[in-house]
């Protein structure tokens, strides 16, 4: 499956409610208890990309998926890290969006000098840690009975990647805004079609031989 990715902007707030909206309804996979309508998610994006990316995969002009980063802590030593999180609607899982969303937002992420992204993975999903531990995630350590619903206390693994090297004296990340309209910036855009691409080719090598 083929896809765009691009910086999300606040017209998009219905597909990402609709997007994320299982995640809340329907399993712990979110902590939230209440799924946020179109205007909250409008709200939320334009509020995260006053620093850090949200950004959506597009077929067709339809949303397929979207990840963003957020700040990991308030206090000032914490600024090169980020929580990372990716959603795929769901009938179109399996098909590397996630993936390619994460590579996008990574390279973005890099670009503005962050060193370290984190995810936290509600407990039980092997699928999700075996996804994130293929992009490099390493297993940091897990949050015993840490959030409660749908009737019982969940645990959270957290993992952590590495974005770019630990050097002493790291300038402040700079804010994505600064980033807009550069060619950097458009670069790391396409980070993730590549594996598009790569999924193309194998699918069109598959039909070939058939």
């Known amino acids: 499956m083929s896809g765009v990715i691009r910086l999300a902007t606040p017209h998009d707030g219905a597909a990402i409610a609709a997007i994320y909206r299982p995640s809340v309804v329907e399993s712990a996979t979110s902590f939230e208890l209440e799924a946020p309508d179109a205007a909250e998610m409008a709200t939320r994006v334009t509020s995260t990309m006053a620093r850090t990316p949200w950004i959506v995969c597009t077929t067709s002009d ?10 990991h ?80 206390w969940h645990d959270v693994q957290w993992l952590g990647r590495e974005l770019a090297s630990h050097v002493v004296n790291p300038p402040p990340p700079r804010p994505l805004p600064d980033l807009v309209g550069s060619i950097e910036l458009e670069v790391a855009l396409r980070a993730g079609e590549s594996r598009f691409r790569s999924m193309d080719a194998k699918s069109a090598g598959l039909t070939r031989s058939a």
């Open 62 to 71: 339809d949303v397929t998926g979207y990840a963003y980063a957020s700040r």
């Open 73 to 152: 802590r308030e206090r000032a030593a914490y600024q090169w890290s980020v929580e990372v999180s990716a959603y795929v609607r769901q009938d179109v899982r399996r098909a590397g969006i996630a993936s390619a969303l994460y590579d996008t937002l990574f390279a973005i992420l890099a670009l503005q000098g962050f060193r370290n992204a984190f995810a936290g993975i509600t407990l039980p999903n092997p699928a999700s840690v075996a996804f994130h531990e293929r992009l490099g995630f390493e297993p940091i350590g897990i949050f015993r009975e840490i959030g409660y619903k749908q009737g019982r």
